[in-house]
Nanobody, 123 residues
């Protein structure tokens, strides 16, 4: 069964940290660039951070640079997002998906999305 599952969200105070995980089925993950997206209430979904298969190309949104770090474990079909120095404006549902990734850009590619994991940052 082809699927994507995100986990690790929660409620934390501003300044705190969370580590999100995304596990995807092999057809989605294997050999593909993957990325994290978020959608806050009333806003459009935006790319947060993306990484290609070998980790040599990444994209990180300006709003999270220096605070969020993406990584992946290809042997386990798992991707992570380490989020530090969290701010109330980081509050959103976070999703992962296969992406198309270039220099300075990242967009979702393919049809599979998980249910997301909720990140709620209190001030």
């Amino acid at each position: 069964q082809v699927q994507v599952v995100e986990s690790g969200g929660g409620l934390v105070q501003a300044g705190g940290s969370l580590r999100l995980s995304c596990t995807a089925s092999r057809p989605i993950f294997n050999g593909n660039p993957m990325g994290w997206f978020r959608q806050a209430p009333g806003k459009e979904r935006e790319a947060v951070s993306c990484m290609n298969w070998n980790g040599l190309r990444t994209y990180t949104a300006d709003s999270v640079k220096g605070r969020f770090t993406i990584s992946r474990n290809n042997a386990q079909n798992t991707m992570y997002l380490q989020m530090n120095s969290l701010k109330p404006e980081d509050t959103a549902m976070y999703y992962c998906a296969a992406v198309a990734l270039g220099s300075g850009w990242c967009v979702a590619a393919g049809d599979y999305w998980g249910k997301g994991t909720l990140v709620n940052i209190s001030s």
